[in-house]
């Protein structure tokens, strides 16, 4: 059922590892497990796997972000879709947004039919390439329970309709090793990030949103309306010199920071708490000064099946399984607090908002992004090269 | 007449096919995408205008690139040649009983993914990684050296996926040479070390010339390792094509830098060609 890459496998895995949850021995097993596994499926008879899989009109596919956030999905809610609809979950994983157009673009319509989409940015140029779909709000009755703010932000890129169903929020600050970065230091946020004193020992995001986001605040101007370009790149390229990786996945991120390759990186608010859970001293900011939050929502793809991705979501959005999936990746769901009872564990999570308003979250301003997405990356992607 | 004129062309039709359909003809799709137009929506749009040709050619970045490229790709070639041929020779002339086990053990870790390979590096090399850790222990260093995250890592990481390569193509070379060439070198006066350098190393040349162009082309196409082990300034040309690709979702250009790629490596190969004819390649495998 499931697909997962190589790369995913092994993060996983290591993960896994790394948390304590699996002993030398059940190690040694999975792997001879895996390796028959790819044997038998892999090559041309996985081609016929995946066509027969294909054919089968009971199946749904869903694709998401990868390691804790992809698990928190399979190990609460798409089995128990299954038992509950009879309609089976083909499960895959993407490492970024951009890597998950790019499939979708190669793809005949209807091979993708639901996935996590992050921030309305994404949100939006998944419309305007015309690769979303709009949903039928009736069919959903769960729509009910969640977070107005969170329907609006959606709503409001989208001419009132909804491409997607608001499904959890989260925030990008500033994680910092306490061991190395006391609570006091990291006050000063963004500008910790160009600090010589921790030169070779700062990871980032390989995210041109991100890194422009940042280079804005020090330079002094509003992330999402920079006027000098070029001071917000000159800042960017500085930093770079201090800077030992540009890191691309969630887990990549987990990796570099529990082995204390980084001690200070911009990070996410649930890859922060999976840390902390498994007892490592990070900490984490995630004021105006070191970030900024974005929704995610599930997101239905042109061609799909209509009827069963509804059913898919609002399943998702079932109080109950929204709030263990929650739990399991580590990001707070977009229920609303006032009409659903959360769990303490919910409302202990980094970038959790007990209001529900987001008062005071900044969130993307997705035209903004939209409009300099071009110049921005194209100019990222020769920074990051050493250019 | 016209029967016999079409046998051979019959008898051809799979292998003409298989080429076509494989070989030729996505690359002649990638050609014509390289025309298209890309929206601002990031939508492709079939045209023939050679914009994104004039902005690469414009570009000094993307020369620069390739240059990068092809400079890691030839030290890990060298690199390859001096700890394979040894090696290889060791595997060809050694009186054991086991080489097929060690020929087999030298292949094992292709059983594991290319991906998890290059990853391994990261626990090998990194600042608590094994090599560190040892240097530390045995009080030779008093803090960790940066071993990854920069060219170093990634030509380590790029031998280590090449030299199984280059070891398997001279050893093929040199197990094929007739060892009475040797004896007779030696019963002529020369030293062990003469009847090397005159007769055993000519004699390998073909076999080390397929290691090597093998070995270039793969680590200047190889685009895993650079992202994985590569540090804020590793500059390789599969990675901008991949960049452009996904990132930018700008596929025309993607592809004019994919066919560039493919002009630029196929001129390697020519250039080697006129140098060392292939054929002689081809024929130290049909020993």
């Known amino acids: ?387 | 007449m016209s029967r016999v004129l079409a046998r051979p062309y019959l008898l051809l039709s799979p292998a003409i096919l298989s080429l076509s359909l494989l070989m030729v003809a996505p690359v002649v799709f990638v050609l014509i995408y390289s025309f298209w137009l890309r929206t601002a929506e990031g939508l492709d749009v079939p045209a023939f205008q050679f914009g994104n040709w004039v902005n690469f050619f414009n570009d000094y970045f993307y020369w620069m690139a390739l240059g990068s490229t092809f400079k890691t790709a030839f030290i890990t070639t060298i690199i390859c040649i001096i700890l394979g041929y040894p090696t290889a020779y060791f595997l060809a002339r050694a009186q054991i009983r086991n080489r097929g086990l060690l020929l087999f053990l030298m292949f094992l870790p292709f059983w594991v993914s290319y991906i998890i390979r290059t990853m391994s590096w990261i626990n090998v090399l990194g600042k608590n990684g094994f090599v560190n850790a040892v240097l530390m222990g045995s009080g030779l260093i008093d803090e960790p050296m940066k071993l990854l995250y920069n060219d170093f890592s990634v030509i380590m990481g790029l031998v280590y996926f090449m030299l199984p390569y280059m070891i398997i193509n001279v050893y093929v070379s040199l197990d094929g040479i007739d060892r009475n060439l040797e004896s007779a070198a030696r019963v002529l006066g020369c030293t062990p070390w003469q009847s090397f350098w005159e007769v055993t190393l000519p004699l390998s040349l073909p076999g080390l010339g397929a290691g090597s162009l093998l070995c270039f082309v793969l680590a200047a196409g190889s685009y895993v390792t650079p992202r994985l082990l590569g540090g804020t300034d590793t500059l390789f040309f599969p990675d901008l094509i991949y960049e452009a690709i996904i990132s930018q979702l700008d596929w025309p250009f993607g592809a004019v830098l994919s066919i560039v790629m493919l002009v630029a490596l196929g001129l390697v190969i020519a250039v080697y060609n006129r140098f060392m004819n292939l054929s002689d390649v081809y024929r130290s495998f049909a020993r």
């Open chain 1, 1 to 387: 059922m499931k697909k997962l890459t190589d790369q995913k496998r092994y993060e996983r895995l290591l993960a896994a590892v790394q948390s304590g949850d699996i002993d030398r021995r059940s190690l040694l097993r999975i792997i001879g497990a895996t390796a028959a596994a790819v044997g038998v499926t892999g090559g041309p008879m996985g081609l016929l796997t995946r066509k027969a899989m294909a054919a089968g009109v009971e199946s749904i596919r869903f694709d998401g972000w990868g390691g804790i956030v992809s698990e928190a999905f399979h190990n609460n809610a798409f089995p128990q879709f299954t038992e509950k609809t009879g309609t089976k979950v083909v499960e895959g994983e993407f490492g970024d947004t951009d890597e998950f157009i790019s499939l979708v673009k190669a793809s005949q319509p209807g091979e993708y039919n639901v996935f996590l989409v992050s921030g309305v940015y994404d949100y939006f140029r998944f419309i305007k390439m015309g690769l979303a779909d709009f949903v039928n709000e009736a069919n959903i009755p769960n729509l009910d329970k969640l977070l107005p703010a969170t329907l609006a932000a959606f709503r409001n890129e989208s001419e009132g309709k909804l491409a997607a169903v608001p499904f959890d929020y989260g925030t990008t600050g500033i994680a910092y090793n306490r061991k190395y970065i006391s609570d006091e230091e990291a006050q000063a946020g963004h500008k910790l990030l160009w600090d010589e004193k921790y030169k070779g020992k700062i990871g980032l995001y390989d995210g041109f949103q991100t890194r422009a986001w940042m280079s804005s605040l020090y330079t002094g101007q509003d992330p999402q309306g920079a006027t000098d370009t070029a001071a917000m790149w000159d800042a960017t390229r500085k930093q770079r010199d201090l800077v030992l990786k540009y890191w691309g996945s969630g887990q990549e991120f987990i990796d570099l920071m529990s082995k204390e390759e980084i001690i200070l990186s911009d990070g996410w608010s649930g890859r922060v708490a999976f840390l902390q859970q498994n007892g490592h001293d990070i900490g984490f900011i995630d004021t105006a000064q070191a970030g900024f939050a974005w929704i995610e929502g599930l997101m239905v793809l042109k061609g799909s099946p209509m009827e069963a991705a509804e059913q898919l979501i609002n399943f998702c959005i079932e109080p109950a399984v929204a709030i263990a999936i929650a739990e399991g990746q580590n990001y707070p769901p977009s229920l609303d607090p006032t009409k659903v009872e959360l769990t303490d564990k919910v409302k202990k999570l980094p970038g959790f908002d007990p209001t529900g308003k987001f008062d005071n979250y900044i969130w993307e301003k997705a035209s903004y992004w939209f409009d300099n997405q071009d110049a921005y990356k194209k100019e990222w992607d020769r920074i990051s090269k050493g250019a």
